[in-house]
């Protein structure tokens, strides 16, 4: 019998008698490479982790590591190596591929971000109902970028908890309410997310975004009636102060005084000093489209107004001055789930104490408190008529300009915050004050609208278990004022998830309804901490990637890449040579 052929000792065996002891060793050293492997890129991806968390740039002008301009991301390597043997051994094979190269990262960017992403969208399917939050804002490249925030309700260790989380930065270079709607609707059935799951939608007051007729929500709920649009609450609150600041000249004169006096002081430095011996806080400045910071202009002026007057007079009497005195006045204003209430009881119970606090802080500072305003009314004459003019008091000005700002203030509330009081008089029944005092008889009433209105999601079995829970409510929530979602949570850890399954449905979708757009503002902060001018270059995927790494940091933290290793690692062992 013919022996097998000979095969070159340097290349292999020529005994097959050899081969099998042989093997077993091979195993092991294919094995211990990828066990290297595997070691090498935990390293490189917690350093792709660390920089892409914590918005860090990772290139440099140089790629080897330890030279001047090397960058971020390889000074790290470089470190760790210092503590590490098998990195430390792996750097210092020349011409062996070292997994470190800018393509490299880019690639663990991308495949870390889209590790986030899946489990952020595994999480919002597994919820099923979600909102959508959009809003769009230019970066550094002057490239319009669409954020999209998903608001879900999901169950975590049998607790449930209120998410919104960001899923990716869109460039877009629509502006119309059709554009948008459809750039919308393409990124969902990307995502593989079904809009018919949809029930709220939150924008800004844009008109392409919040337009009645034309504007996204208006074509996004064409196709499902239940994505309730609820606009921004925090945009609709600013909007209301910023034309109530400016609805009254003599308002708009006010807050021009207030912006005076800082920029007084804050054009000099000496001035800057003089005003700080008189005060324990600073002056604050104020912008024209956000009434908060009109608040603390006028509020931080308001309770240090000696102090203001002191450091004035002290720059007027100090010949290195040559500068004259400004004179101030204080309007101030307060929040919003009672603001409604509150204006109209300042309206009813009119100004005259605003007037004589604002005489008395006068009189404390040295200041004539008299009112010299005065102006004629002239009304146009009619045939027969004597032409005269009606006399206007100062007192009488002032009073006509404080009711003009809060009729503005309570006209606009009424409008811009009537979609939020629907959703809320829809499920108000829903509360544990409403469940105690209700009539058994209403609360079936209501639980039966509301069954009508969202037919796809809840049946009219509801109104039977509205009956059962309303009798349940005292003894699993001693505490009337509990929120809905303190509710939806003593429903489930009192197991009556299976008694009342239409009841934590309505919850659900109740706490599924956007109330801000706050989160799609955060996000724009990370989007100015990823982009800078320095990365202005930087492409879209990197971008959206690196951004959800740094947004979503909880998330990015708790995954365990376990499983993206050891595939990678599979690979690179496999193409080494022994």
Known sequence: MTSPPIIDPQQGFNNWKKLNPKIPDHENKINNEKEKWKHILKVVIDCVRFCCVNNLALRGSNCDIGKPGCGIFLNLIGLISKYDSVLSSHLKHKGQITYLSNKIQNEFINLLGSKVRNEIIQRIKNSKYFSIIFDSTPDVSREDQLCEIIRYVR??????????????????????????????????????????????????????????????????????EH????????????????????????????????????????????????????????????????????????????????????????????????????NAENQASKMINCLNVSLQEMRDSGNEQIKTEAISICDKVGIKSELKIKRTIKRKVMSGENSSGEDISADQFLTLEYYKVLDNMMAQMKWRFEQLSNIADDFQFLSAHSLSVTPVEKLKKYAADLAIKYNEDIDQEIINEIEFFKYQVKAILPD????????????????????????????????????????????????????????????????????????????????????????????KSRKIKF
């Not at 969902?188 to 799951?197: A, H, I, R, T």
Request: hydrophobic content about 40%; some cysteine; glycine content about 6%.
């Open 155 to 224: 169950e975590v260790n049998n607790e449930f908890v209120i998410e919104e989380s960001f899923v990716d930065f869109i460039y877009t270079n629509e502006k119309t309410g059709l554009g948008i709607a459809s750039d919308v609707l393409q990124k969902l059935e990307k995502d593989g997310l079904s809009f018919k799951n949809c029930r709220g939608q939150g924008y800004d007051n844009g008109a392409n975004m919040a337009g009645k007729y034309q504007g996204v929500q208006a074509r996004l709920k064409e196709i499902n």
């Open 480 to 571: 009337l004022n509990a929120t809905a979602l303190n509710i939806l949570n003593a429903i489930k850890k009192y197991e009556l998830d299976s008694t009342c399954p239409n009841l934590m449905t309505a919850y659900r979708l109740f706490l599924t309804m956007p109330v801000t757009v706050a989160s799609g503002e955060r996000s724009f902060s990370k989007l100015k901490l990823t982009k800078t001018y320095l990365r202005s270059t930087m492409s879209q995927n990197r971008l959206t990637n690196s951004a959800i790494l740094s947004i979503e940091h909880e998330i990015t933290k708790s995954i365990d890449f376990e499983d993206v290793i050891e595939d990678f690692a599979s690979i």
């Open 227 to 326: 994505a309730q649009f609820v606009p921004c609450a925090a945009h609709s609150l600013n909007l209301i102060g910023v034309h109530a600041a400016s609805v009254s000249v003599k308002m708009i004169s006010f807050f021009g005084i207030v912006q005076n006096i800082f920029n007084y002081f804050s054009g000099s430095t000496s001035r800057w000093e003089v005003l700080m011996r008189c005060l324990k806080i600073t002056l604050k400045t104020h912008s024209d489209t956000r009434w908060a910071s009109k608040y603390n202009a006028v509020h931080s002026l308001y309770c240090q107004f000696g102090g203001v007057i002191k450091a004035l007079r002290d720059i007027s009497t100090n010949p290195i001055f040559g500068d004259g005195v400004a």
